[in-house]
């Protein structure tokens, strides 16, 4: 596709024409999960229909097939976000598992008592949780980068927290809370200066802009396929081959073994070594079907239509009397996160949802961001490349009529 | 355009919104007690000034919704001059009214609170209609979370 067609990407998505409360469905609830388009649902579909079997096991032909269909959703998510090889694509349920495995396997064998995990302000509970789990296990220190006003980090004083003590830096590259792109490059070359590995956490940034980790250079990068127009249940762990090559693995059992006797074991090769068990089949081809949608449209392509759509967003929203935008970063993605005047975020939840309309009201899972804007929650409209600028005019309507409302 | 929402949005939980009742810090409170909704970050904080077994006054302050500042307020004023158990009755009563479980539910028997009642159709807004109920069951039977001014 040379031109982004709007109104053809939304006709491959079957939920786009539901009715919610008899209006047309406005679904602005994308960086909590976007929906999906026919040819991932077909995937699911066709593989239970023709293709399934268990992976990497029998020797009968639907074990092959799916096998084979499996593996080639790996080499689409190698290809996707340029990484080496398919020995560096691990998969897991999803971003949250992927930090998780880095933080118990990575962190406990190199993070001991003492030394320092860097994140930011701005992260998820899923960049926060499993650091403080790790620090708890090893007596290790979570330091915390602080972010200004606008949403953004303040890169000096993240660079002043980097020292000898710091084993890792883990952050996210687009917040889910604020919108925030994080000068993810910058952050990678200060902290390499100092042979220091940089996790990113991907979950919001992949669906929205071209995601090279050669060219980032970043050590682990994370995200989910639910986010990325695929199924729930599926994410990915890539990780640069040495250091997976020198985890200890994550999980035992069945697939990630090449020899177990009752005395010992020996671990099988990447990326099996970190997928114990039956891994989610269905999850990992349908993902790859996201894939090959998404490629055939652009990243690039999307990344250009979703910022004329934000652009457009923000422009209207701050014609709005009473109604204040959190978050402002300069590098921002798709998310328009926002509070009322004497107006609460649920109660805009629940008027806007009588009007078809889906927003997101709460603390995104981002509670300390809520607490450095003093505020208990926020609404945020969050845009996929499937919205559209009529969309928007309606997500305005309603937030000017309900402010008319509670006077 | 938000006919649909008359029954959750009656005028009166605007207008105790806008001016919510009993809303002041008490300061020679017997009880006081900490109500937190961590999902939607509803947070409130409950007076309450006894007489024996009597509620003689009640008070709140914090923020949330305007279901659950509405319902506080509306709380305030109902339950003052009211025994313990008295309240608690007027709990179980609202707790059944608000989670719909009895479709014959006698909505003129609670009162003013029956303006409430449209969470009944909206299952995630009920726990903010409930929260201040929940929070003042916790100063009536939880002495350890009271304070005294004595």
């Given at each position: 596709?040379?031109?982004?067609?709007?109104?053809?990407?939304?006709?491959?998505?079957?939920?786009?024409?539901?009715?919610?409360?008899?209006?047309?469905?406005?679904?602005?609830?994308?960086?909590?999960?976007?929906?999906k388009p026919?040819p991932v649902?077909?995937s699911?579909?066709?593989?239970?229909?023709?293709?399934?079997?268990?992976?990497?096991?029998?020797?009968?032909?639907?074990?092959?097939?799916?096998?084979?269909?499996?593996?080639?959703?790996?080499?689409k998510?190698?290809?996707?976000?340029?990484?080496?090889?398919?020995?560096?694509?691990?998969?897991?349920?999803?971003?949250?598992?992927?930090?998780?495995?880095?933080?118990?396997?990575?962190?406990?064998?190199?993070?001991?008592?003492?030394?320092?995990?860097?994140?930011?302000?701005?992260?998820?509970?899923?960049?926060?949780?499993?650091?403080?789990?790790?620090?708890?296990?090893?007596?290790?220190?979570?330091?915390?980068?602080?972010?200004?006003?606008?949403?953004?980090?303040?890169?000096?004083?993240?660079?002043?927290?980097?020292?000898?003590?710091?084993?890792?830096?883990?952050?996210?590259?687009?917040?889910?809370?604020?919108?925030?792109?994080?000068?993810?490059?910058?952050?990678?070359?200060?902290?390499?200066?100092?042979?220091?590995?940089?996790?990113?956490?991907?979950?919001?940034?992949?669906p929205?802009?071209?995601?090279?980790?050669?060219?980032?250079?970043?050590?682990?990068?994370?995200?989910?396929g639910h986010?990325l127009y695929g199924p729930?249940?599926?994410?990915?762990?890539?990780?640069?081959?040495?250091?997976?090559?020198?985890?200890?693995?994550?999980?035992?059992?069945?697939?990630?073994?090449?020899?177990?006797?009752?005395?010992?074991?020996?671990?099988?090769?990447?990326?099996?070594?970190?997928?114990?068990?039956?891994?989610?089949?269905?999850?990992?081809?349908a993902l790859g079907a996201a894939i090959d949608y998404l490629?055939?449209?652009?990243?690039?392509?999307?990344?250009?239509?979703?910022?004329?759509?934000?652009?457009?967003?923000?422009?209207?929203?701050?014609?709005?009397?009473?109604?204040?935008?959190?978050?402002?970063?300069?590098?921002?993605?798709?998310?328009?996160?926002?509070?009322?005047?004497?107006?609460?975020?649920?109660?805009?939840?629940?008027?806007?949802?009588?009007?078809?309309?889906?927003?997101?009201?709460?603390?995104?899972?981002?509670?300390?961001?809520?607490?450095?804007?003093?505020?208990?929650?926020?609404?945020?409209?969050?845009?996929?490349?499937?919205?559209?600028?009529?969309?928007?005019?309606?997500?305005?309507?309603?937030?000017?009529?309900?402010?008319?409302?509670?006077? | 355009?938000?006919?649909?929402?008359?029954?959750?949005?009656?005028?009166?939980?605007?207008?105790?919104?806008?001016?919510?009742?009993?809303?002041?810090?008490?300061?020679?409170?017997?009880?006081?007690?900490?109500?937190?909704?961590?999902?939607?970050?509803?947070?409130?904080?409950?007076?309450?000034?006894?007489?024996?077994?009597?509620?003689?006054?009640?008070?709140?302050?914090?923020?949330?919704?305007?279901?659950?500042?509405?319902?506080?307020?509306?709380?305030?004023?109902?339950?003052?001059?009211?025994?313990?158990?008295?309240?608690?009755?007027?709990?179980?009563?609202?707790?059944?009214?608000?989670?719909?479980?009895?479709?014959?539910?006698?909505?003129?028997?609670?009162?003013?609170?029956?303006?409430?009642?449209?969470?009944?159709?909206?299952?995630?807004?009920?726990?903010?209609?409930?929260?201040?109920?929940?929070?003042?069951?916790?100063?009536?039977?939880?002495?350890?979370?009271?304070?005294?001014?004595?």
């Amino acid at each position: 596709m040379t031109e982004f067609d709007v109104d053809k990407i939304r006709q491959d998505f079957p939920i786009l024409a539901e009715q919610i409360r008899k209006k047309p469905l406005v679904y602005l609830d994308n960086a909590a999960t976007c929906q999906k388009p026919q040819p991932v649902i077909d995937s699911i579909v066709h593989l239970y229909s023709h293709d399934y079997a268990n992976v990497h096991r029998g020797v009968h032909t639907l074990s092959v097939r799916s096998t084979d269909l499996f593996e080639s959703a790996r080499t689409k998510v190698k290809d996707f976000i340029n990484a080496r090889s398919d020995k560096e694509i691990i998969f897991v349920k999803g971003a949250t598992e992927a930090i998780n495995l880095v933080a118990q396997t990575y962190g406990k064998a190199n993070i001991h008592n003492g030394d320092e995990i860097i994140i930011t302000a701005m992260e998820h509970h899923s960049n926060i949780v499993p650091w403080q789990m790790l620090c708890e296990q090893t007596g290790a220190i979570l330091k915390v980068a602080p972010i200004n006003l606008q949403g953004e980090l303040i890169y000096d004083e993240f660079e002043k927290l980097i020292n000898d003590k710091t084993k890792l830096v883990s952050v996210v590259h687009m917040s889910n809370a604020l919108g925030t792109i994080n000068p993810v490059k910058q952050i990678i070359a200060a902290a390499h200066a100092r042979n220091i590995p940089v996790l990113l956490d991907g979950a919001q940034a992949i669906p929205h802009m071209t995601v090279d980790v050669q060219e980032l250079d970043c050590d682990f990068y994370v995200f989910s396929g639910h986010k990325l127009y695929g199924p729930t249940g599926v994410g990915v762990l890539y990780g640069k081959q040495a250091l997976l090559e020198a985890m200890p693995p994550y999980q035992g059992g069945g697939d990630m073994i090449r020899k177990v006797t009752f005395t010992e074991t020996e671990y099988n090769t990447l990326p099996y070594k970190f997928e114990a068990g039956t891994p989610d089949i269905a999850g990992v081809i349908a993902l790859g079907a996201a894939i090959d949608y998404l490629t055939a449209i652009g990243m690039d392509n999307i990344a250009a239509y979703e910022a004329e759509l934000l652009c457009y967003a923000t422009e209207k929203a701050l014609t709005i009397k009473g109604l204040r935008i959190i978050g402002e970063a300069e590098h921002k993605g798709a998310i328009l996160s926002f509070v009322l005047d004497k107006i609460h975020p649920h109660d805009i939840g629940t008027m806007l949802d009588s009007l078809g309309i889906a927003i997101r009201a709460g603390h995104h899972c981002a509670m300390p961001v809520m607490d450095f804007y003093q505020v208990p929650a926020t609404a945020r409209a969050s845009f996929a490349m499937y919205n559209t600028k009529a969309e928007i005019d309606v997500l305005m309507n309603g937030i000017t009529s309900l402010i008319e409302v509670f006077g | 355009m938000f006919d649909d929402l008359r029954d959750l949005y009656q005028e009166v939980i605007f207008d105790h919104n806008r001016n919510p009742r009993n809303f002041r810090v008490m300061d020679n409170a017997d009880r006081k007690v900490e109500g937190f909704n961590p999902l939607c970050g509803d947070r409130l904080t409950l007076f309450l000034k006894m007489k024996g077994n009597l509620i003689e006054e009640a008070s709140f302050q914090g923020s949330g919704c305007a279901i659950s500042t509405a319902s506080v307020s509306l709380m305030t004023e109902i339950i003052q001059g009211k025994t313990e158990a008295e309240a608690e009755e007027l709990f179980k009563k609202f707790h059944e009214m608000t989670t719909g479980k009895d479709e014959h539910f006698n909505l003129e028997a609670i009162g003013k609170l029956a303006v409430l009642a449209g969470v009944r159709e909206y299952p995630a807004r009920v726990k903010c209609a409930t929260l201040a109920w929940h929070t003042l069951d916790a100063a009536l039977k939880n002495e350890q979370q009271s304070i005294s001014t004595e």
